[in-house]
């Protein structure tokens, strides 16, 4: 048996996931990606293999705002974004993809943010 790093278990985990979850033009999937420094969120509609709004840390619009926040709180600001998109779009329920992280932390925090901006799952 050869041993896995926690980058393969967590690809093996999401696929998992992905057999059973889903995007639809009603529903799209809330995908979630963290990186050691920073995270990003999509809304994706798998029938048409389209993204439908995204959010991350790295955009202009919320990186000035990150100064003196902890990973948590960036990841709050880019929950509330991919909310907000996600209302310009017309989009209010969506299947939450955590990408095979624990829901703690960051991914909770993001997901959190994005129900206080109206999105429901």
Do not use: C, W
Request: charged letters at 30%; proline letters at 2%; aromatic letters at 4%.
């Amino acid at each position: 048996m050869t041993k896995k790093n926690r980058t393969e278990m967590r690809h093996r985990r999401h696929e998992t996931v992905r057999q059973r979850v889903a995007g639809t033009p009603e529903r799209p999937r809330l995908n979630v990606f963290r990186s050691q420094t920073e995270v990003y969120a999509q809304l994706i509609d798998d029938e048409a293999g389209v993204t439908l709004a995204a959010a991350s840390t790295l955009e202009s619009e919320i990186k000035p705002k990150l100064t003196g926040l902890t990973k948590t709180e960036q990841a709050k600001l880019v929950g509330a974004a991919i909310a907000k998109r996600a209302q310009e779009k017309g989009v209010r329920q969506v299947v939450f993809d955590r990408g095979g992280y624990r829901y703690h932390g960051r991914v909770r925090a993001l997901a959190e943010a994005a129900r206080e901006g109206g999105l429901e799952f």
